[in-house]
């Protein structure tokens, strides 16, 4: 399988480059546009020699001529070049004869767009009787096909519908065309070659087709992504170790994060980059998704996280919409541009829990690592809006916990991270029901209200501001401990949440790793929770697991309920070490990296839960996504933890108290980003020696 990408717009393929059924296509803005992409020489598909991506936007595929009565083998290649700007496709195709005679040849290209909304492909690919944030399918797809030759070029148009979706495909040459494809009848002399080049460009809305995207369209784009990826190498810190698995996970998370970054509109303004959350299902803006990556990848630079933080402000909810799970300051979960959303007219949802503590809690990161306080005083409003929503909107039982419950229709029925609709589970199986106040969710919120006092008292001026809500705070964490704390014979352990009635649902989930890495647990119980999370019945030996095993329904396959997610376990290993538990951190993070070794060094979405004593490799999960971006975020996170980097607000610099796994001796980061300088952090035999960089 091929994948190329750039932003929300990316190629599925097999590994020939063709695109044949299923989930492949071309898609743009939630929509698959090309739904059959397919070569064939002399009647037949050429055979492949060798196909991989070049960048993450281009891809280069080797085939050759099928033996025939009147050509042996390797007679004639076809080299195949894939690339994907913004908005588009291009395919060079060039054929050559290897022969020391002449050779006659057919070509044909055949291609078909069916727009297809995200959620249908899904939908018919896993056979998923129902279609998200709709009451029903849309009506049946009419698709209009036309042809013009003068110009050498065919026209796919939706008609009939809500949405405005239009593709044109140009060919540099002139071959017999019919309304879906061309041939070429080819005769190369001895050691001759011929090529051709094929333009795709997606029109989306209010898009308009421009006589410039046929001669001169993809060459500057190519030019201007090229350009976009040499400035993001220039921008994040290069990674100098003996640990060849960590080195090889790091670039490939540097490289996904980079084709990952979204451009990103409201209304007729241009947004700044922010990372989609994942390929294929969730290239789109995504709330909780995109502020976990931009607090993982800081170290990288603040340009993603100020994008996150000022695309997500653009986008905030202003009033109440229960179709859309919106109360005033809420911040939003996803926005979609695919028929399924127009038609449901759901979109931009905001059935999220956290995403709004976590917009905080990323802002204070974002100051705390670049002392930035014109960004903090131009979010202001949208912070004070988000502190509102969750000290007067989120307390839906009225017991001071932030908690959810859909009121759309179409919406979510479980809105924290773990957000599928059988997540929130008691010991003995069943399924909660909502409102629900997750534990996690309560620690954001106890974090969030110390970060804003923080921004309050140093940057707003408002000490009055910062006194309420460190208050609060304390208060939160004090009833937390009484509230979601089980007790049992083994000495007790973290309710997953509270239920509608007020009772613990009292499951033992991974969730507990994020109250560590939020600061509400106990100190008392600090070392009972970090004991946990190593424990045999939540690490697997590949990560630490969504649920116990010892909970009834516990499935190493289900989705949030016994699987290995790479983001959680990062955030788990940033808990660890803010409580001192750095050898149990690097435990997790060093179980990560050997994971990401088994993917090609790329961590998924998430993989299976089994024990690592019965898998020699983890097990893959069959609809995870890859690349992925906060799982892409996972191992930067877990080399920060590692290296004990710390920006010193007080004094404008950056700090590091390595303690390094034993599978690393030695460790160079040259160009971590902190107060508007570059820095080198060097490990060597234990000790770290940190300088800032000319």
């Not at 700007?85 to 291609?111: A, Y």
């Not at 979204?262 to 209304?267: A, Q």
């Not at 949802?349 to 705390?368: H, Q």
């Not at 352990?493 to 600061?519: P, T």
Request: net charge negative; glycine share 8%.
């Amino acid at each position: 399988m091929l994948t190329v990408l750039e932003g929300n717009n990316f190629l599925v393929a097999d590994d020939r480059g063709d695109v044949t059924g299923g989930t492949q296509g071309l898609y743009f803005n939630d929509t698959r546009y090309l739904s059959k992409w397919n070569l064939r020489l002399n009647g037949e598909r050429p055979q492949r020699l060798s196909s991989h991506t070049v960048d993450y936007y281009s891809a280069a595929v080797f085939l050759q001529n099928p033996p025939s009565d009147a050509l042996a083998p390797g007679s004639v290649s076809v080299i195949r070049d894939l690339f994907v700007g913004e908005g588009g496709m291009q395919q060079m195709l060039r054929v050559e004869n290897h022969q020391i005679h002449p050779v006659d040849l057919l070509l044909e290209l055949d291609f078909d767009f069916d727009f297809l909304d995200l959620f249908e492909v899904k939908a018919l690919a896993y056979s998923e009787e129902e279609l998200v944030f709709t009451e029903s399918a849309p009506p049946a797809i009419d698709v209009e096909r036309t042809r013009d030759e003068s110009e050498n070029s065919w026209s796919f148009r939706l008609r009939d519908s809500e949405l405005q979706a239009e593709a044109l495909v140009w060919s540099s040459r002139q071959g017999e065309a019919h309304e879906t494809g061309e041939r070429h009848r080819i005769t190369l002399g001895p050691g001759g070659s011929w090529e051709t080049r094929t333009n795709v460009v997606l029109l989306h809305g209010d898009n308009r087709r421009r006589p410039s995207y046929s001669s001169f369209y993809f060459g500057q784009e190519r030019d201007k992504v090229g350009e976009s990826l040499r400035a993001w190498q220039l921008q994040v810190p290069t990674l100098e170790t003996d640990w060849e698995d960590l080195r090889h996970a790091y670039e490939r998370s540097i490289a996904d994060l980079a084709s990952l970054r979204m451009r990103t509109r409201n209304g007729d303004r241009a947004l700044p980059d922010l990372p989609a959350a994942g390929l294929p299902w969730f290239m789109t803006v995504f709330g909780r998704d995109t502020l976990i990556t931009s607090l993982q990848t800081l170290q990288l630079g603040p340009s993603l996280a100020i994008g996150t933080l000022e695309t997500l402000a653009e986008l905030q909810a202003h009033e109440r919409d229960d179709e859309r799970d919106a109360e005033p300051g809420k911040i939003v979960h996803e926005v979609r541009k695919g028929r399924v959303a127009v038609s449901g007219n759901s979109f931009p949802y905001y059935g999220s829990v956290d995403a709004t503590l976590l917009f905080l809690i990323l802002l204070s990161e974002v100051y705390r690592w670049t002392s930035d306080e014109e960004l903090v005083r131009r979010l202001r409003d949208p912070a004070l809006a988000a502190v509102r929503w969750m000290r007067e909107e989120a307390d839906l039982m009225g017991n001071g916990y932030v908690s959810y419950h859909r009121r759309s229709r179409r919406g979510l029925e479980s809105q924290s991270w773990k957000d599928s609709w059988d997540s929130m589970r008691y010991r003995d199986g069943a399924i909660a029901l909502t409102p629900i106040a997750p534990c996690e969710v309560q620690g954001y919120a106890y974090d969030a209200r110390l970060r804003v006092a923080e921004l309050a008292r140093r940057v707003w001026g408002e000490a009055g501001l910062a006194e309420q809500l460190e208050a609060e705070a304390g208060d939160l964490r004090t009833r937390f401990n009484r509230d979601f704390w089980v007790e049992d014979p083994d000495g007790g352990r973290y309710a997953l949440g509270l239920d509608s009635e007020g009772r613990l649902i009292d499951s033992l989930c991974s969730n507990i790793g994020h109250l560590l890495w939020c600061g509400i647990v106990d100190e008392a119980r600090v070392h009972q929770v970090a004991d946990q999370l190593l424990g045999d019945d939540l690490f697997s030996g590949w990560g630490v697991r969504t649920m116990s095993t010892q909970e009834r329904a516990f499935n190493p396959i289900g989705y949030h309920t016994g699987t290995v997610w790479p983001h959680d376990n990062s955030l788990i290993v940033a808990g660890l070490a803010r409580q001192g538990f750095r050898q149990y951190a690097n435990r997790i993070a060093v179980a990560m990296i050997e994971a990401a070794h088994h993917f090609d060094h790329r961590l998924p979405e998430v993989f299976a839960g089994y024990p690592r004593t019965i898998t020699p490799f983890p097990v893959e999960y069959p609809t995870a996504c890859s690349p992925q971006a906060w799982a892409a975020g996972a191992p930067i996170l877990c080399l920060t933890e590692m290296l004990g980097l710390r920006p010193d607000l007080e004094q404008l610099t950056l700090r590091a108290e390595p303690v390094l796994p034993d599978l690393c001796s030695s460790l160079v980061l040259r160009g971590v980003a902190a107060f508007g300088r570059r820095y080198e952090v060097a490990v060597r035999g234990g000790r770290a020696v940190v300088r800032e960089l000319a």
